[in-house]
């Protein structure tokens, strides 16, 4: 019997899943898992669309259709908590199991504060985090920095600190400090997270701390409620996964990395909010200038519930009728989710103008952390 708290291997019995999993499988093992035994009716799960620089949210019914949803696409930049209001007049009364990302889980969790998704229908099952790359910049660093075809590119991933592809002809590895260092690598708001390891989920997994004969082979998951671990138990009982406690020294190195990627995430804060502070005001009125108001930063943001529609109404505190859009439209923007930001770069990743919205948001949402934290205590989850 799994329990709360524990760390283990685990790896699926399916020799077919394993090959096509990131890790050991045990992530769709277990949403295979819940689906066969009605733990929930449908699972919303990501999978590859026209290549590897798509990723396409699916709910699925079928256990079948998961094995479509094994591995994991760093270039798929998508966030699946706001998806879930879509469903949600559908799934009333039903349970639905999910991957998150550390992203996705906060988002859950604004959207669960606001009573417009019942956690107690959700299962979640984390995957880590270290970062994902927005696919247009994906293709572009794989052209300019590793001088290969992003077209010609059949598997990306990354490890050990190095963003490694394998492409017709051979495979390269770069390490992400030094894309970083020349403007590739991560998602910026991706650099400046803090949380790696999502462990308000229901179970936490990833490859961090999986050495030796497992290195590779295995999920590492840390178990994170009960709901968790009944899962994973009834999954074990049921042989559909095997499992062995977490090697000490691999539960060591993987919170050394933790705290090393924490230490990194406050590097990259200090470095982008330091630029931004002398001129905060200046630089939003400048960048904001390009803004088309196409409303996709609100559509895309899990935080912000409002409806587009009510942005475009004649309003008191914003002139309407302005193209580019006047600067209190997106510094009311700030101010309605400042409390709330959860710095998922979604607002930016989707801007056509490409206008750094997720820094502004995330540095003011930082700043009021500070003032308002050391009074009202610390947010639940460290973003
Ligand atoms: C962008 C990204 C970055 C990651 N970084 C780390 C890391 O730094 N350290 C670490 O220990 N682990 C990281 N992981 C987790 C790791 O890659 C594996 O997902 C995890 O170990 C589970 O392995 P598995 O074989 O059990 O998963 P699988 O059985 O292969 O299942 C993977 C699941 O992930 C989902 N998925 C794939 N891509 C995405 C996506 N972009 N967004 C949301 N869901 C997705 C799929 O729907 C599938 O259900 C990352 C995962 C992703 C998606």
Known sequence: MAKKGEMLYAWTNDAGLLKKAECGGAVTELLKYALESKTVDAVLAVTRGVDLYDAVPVLVTNPKDLDNCAGSLHCGTILLSK????????????????????????????????KLVNLDNIVMIGVNCGGSVSPVAARKMIKEKFG???NTVTKEEIDKGQFIIEYEGGHKGISMDELEE????????????????PRQADLACGNWGVIGD???????VEVCSDKGAALLTKAVDAKKLSTEPANPKGVEIRAKVENAMYKLGDKWRKHDFEALAPNLWETIAKETGRCMKCMACIEHCPVCVTSADKYKQPDMMIRHGFIPADPMFHLRRFAHISDSCINCGQCEECCPSEIPLALF?????????????????KSVYTN
Do not use: Q, W
């Open 83 to 114: 998806l879930v209001m879509e469903y949600a007049p559908k799934m009333s009364g039903k349970k639905l199991g999910m991957v998150v990302k550390g992203c996705d889980m906060m988002g859950l969790l604004e959207l669960a504060k606001r």
């Open 148 to 150: 290969v075809d992003p």
């Open 182 to 197: 020349a403007g590739f690598g991560r998602r910026s708001n991706c650099r400046r997270c803090k949380l790696k390891i």
């Open 214 to 220: 497992k290195a590779g082979k295995a999920t590492f």
């Open 361 to 377: 948001s995330h540095a003011i949402r930082t700043e009021a952390d500070k003032f308002f934290e050391p009074k009202l205590g």
